[in-house]
């Protein structure tokens, strides 16, 4: 196994001092599959690096280990980590992969695509640093189900600025031999969204062979059930790699508040023309966002997400929150000495 094949470049060639390089191909619990140049081996991490790193292993990233040994000392700087805020109210930050080149969001059409949950998926890849690219699975369904495709797409494609969007078909095999053109060799490309997508169907059409368990979805309302449950690392034919993530329930964003404005470009470009600098683009006289006729769920779920990110700042920054409540207070304090009459 030549480690150029499995994505070692001079960016991680450069931090490498001493020790064995290795990548992480799949974690469970404490125990690490790693690919060597040597070949796979099962790895865990040393003592002092449990007592001394913030930060813990998982897939894909590159990993340092003792010489002739299968014990991991240290994680190499990642190039890019893709991240959410763990689920429930416990602010902290939950790595889902890392190294990874290009995301493929993944929809179904059969009641899973919501344009709003894309866009939070577009926010989150804007902040890991992954190019994207929106995959609307189950093409071959649109007719039965009384959809326009094509508006569909357009559609998608007008939120999805950075990358393109592409209607597939796992089940059928349409459309898939686009996605190795998006993908450099010896790149990373990593499958992500909800539970019964199809992301494990897309998966096993490109490696030529069922390697990863499916089941349909409910009949009821078309939703999947958990049939990944580990994130795993798969070589493919063409020579570049997929990480292969569990279905996600809930997708709550960890990400830089300025990547929210990048995701909403559009939204940015039309505020330059809108009457009133600090403009909230609810209801001002000369709002270019307003009078130019946007989806109005994107500049709500815009809105929201802003809410969001500014909540999770002050949860997670002492200094932001201590500055929100003194704000607040002084806001109180001229209430109470200026009443309304």
């Known amino acids: 196994m030549f480690l150029e094949q499995i994505g070692w470049n001079d960016f991680f060639s450069k931090q490498l001092l001493s020790g064995t390089p290795g990548r992480i191909a799949s974690s469970n619990r404490e125990l690490f599959t790693v690919w060597t140049e040597a070949g796979e081996i099962v790895a865990h991490v ?35 980590k893709l991240s959410r805020k763990q689920p429930g109210k416990r602010m902290e930050e939950q790595l889902l992969a890392a190294n990874v080149d290009v995301l493929f969001i993944v929809s179904g059409l059969d009641h899973d695509y919501n344009p709003r949950r894309l866009e939070r998926y577009l926010v ?15 093409a071959d369904l649109a007719a039965e189900l009384g959809l326009d495709l094509d508006r569909i797409v357009q559609q998608t494609q007008q939120m999805c600025s950075h990358g393109p969007v592409l209607a597939v078909s796992a089940l059928a095999g349409d459309g898939l031999a686009d996605l190795a053109a998006l993908v450099g060799l010896s790149e990373t490309a990593a499958l992500i969204g ?36 580990a994130r795993e690392l ?14 996600l329930r809930e997708l709550q964003l960890w990400v830089d508040p300025e990547q929210l404005e990048s995701s909403f470009d559009d939204l940015q470009d039309l505020a330059q023309s809108c009457r009133f600098r600090d403009c909230t683009h609810t209801r001002e006289p000369g ?19 802003q809410k969001e990110l500014a909540y999770l700042d002050r949860k997670s920054d002492p200094k932001v929150a201590r500055e929100a409540r003194n ?14 009459r």
């Open 46 to 80: 040393s003592g002092r690096f449990r007592r001394t790193s913030q930060d813990w292993p998982c897939v894909g990233d590159w990993v340092v280990l003792r010489e002739q040994s299968n014990i991991i000392d240290h994680i190499l700087e990642r190039k890019t």
């Open 194 to 229: 909800s539970s019964g997508a199809g992301k494990s169907t897309i998966l096993n059409r490109l490696l030529g062979e069922d390697r990863q368990q499916t089941q349909p979805v409910r009949s009821g309302d078309h939703r999947g059930c958990h049939t990944t449950t």
């Open 124 to 138: 989150l890849a804007a902040e890991s640093g992954a190019r994207p690219v929106i995959l609307l699975n189950k």
């Open 327 to 340: 704000r607040w207070k002084a806001i109180e304090r001229s209430v109470r000495k200026h009443p309304k």
């Open 234 to 247: 798969f070589m493919m034919p063409s020579g570049w790699l997929m990480l292969d993530l569990p279905g």
């Open 287 to 305: 709002c270019a966002v307003l009078d130019a006729g946007l989806d109005s769920g994107r500049l709500s779920n815009y809105r929201k997400l």
